[in-house]
């Protein structure tokens, strides 16, 4: 498996929050994405990146933003957490711009 | 707007069955079209087609790709208990960073 993990992995937090979600590959990969996963609607790319500092919006960007600092480090915050922002979200790095290879997930609730 | 749809959206079969599972797709400036496994965690990769016509074999896995008809098919011989996941298919664009992704085809394989 690809190095990548997530974390947390669970989290519970409540509407108006702020909440950051952390990528972390070992991978050296160039790209890295965040997608969520909600029933009904499949994986949708919320941002991605083609290296550090480098970051551009995805199909669900709206509520989250994203840094990258170093090329292993990729963070998802959502600056006020809403309902509709429960979800599993995934990771993804690249080397190229093709197969993509996922991180374990993070499942969030928000209350 | 990009598209991809899996049929059928699930299906039921025993153990030692040959099962089919479709995707077809609509992506302007098309560069590759992936399949991934999900069980109960992060998508696994299994196959990236960016030819037409080329099978993809990893043991009792194929895929081939159609891109005059534009779909692409996944089978699975024999199959096991252990290949119940739900199957995702996704596009890839030259004009873009996302994996467009199908909603899945939730297989469960029966003793």
């Known amino acids: 498996d690809a190095g990548i993990t997530q974390s947390p992995r669970h989290k519970v937090t409540e509407t108006g929050t702020p909440v950051t979600l952390r990528c972390h590959q070992t991978?050296?990969?160039?790209?890295m994405y965040w997608y969520r996963q909600d029933p009904g609607h499949g994986l949708r790319l919320i941002h991605y990146?083609?290296?550090?500092?480098?970051?551009d919006k995805g199909e669900v960007s709206d509520g989250y933003s994203v840094s990258r600092s170093k090329t292993e480090d990729f963070l998802l915050t959502l600056e006020s957490a809403t309902s509709s922002q429960t979800s599993v979200y995934f990771c993804?790095?690249?080397?190229?711009?093709?197969?993509?290879?996922f991180g374990p997930g993070t499942r969030l609730t928000v209350l | 707007e990009d598209k991809v749809v899996q049929s059928p959206l699930s299906l039921v079969v025993h153990e030692g069955d040959t099962v089919t599972l479709n995707c077809s797709y609509e992506v302007t400036n098309f560069r590759s079209l992936l399949w991934y496994k999900q069980e109960k965690k992060a998508p696994t990769f299994l196959f990236m087609l960016t030819s037409s016509g080329i099978e993809k074999k990893s043991g009792r896995l194929s895929s081939i790709l159609d891109k005059k008809e534009l779909f692409s098919i996944l089978n699975i011989t024999a199959t096991q208990t252990g290949d119940s996941a739900v199957y995702l298919c996704a596009v890839n664009s030259n004009s873009g960073y996302a994996l467009n992704f199908g909603k899945g085809t939730s297989l469960l394989v029966t003793p």
């Open positions: 990146s083609y290296g550090v500092k480098d970051t």
């Open positions: 991978e050296n990969h160039r790209y």
């Open positions: 993804a790095i690249s080397e190229q711009l093709t197969e993509q290879f």
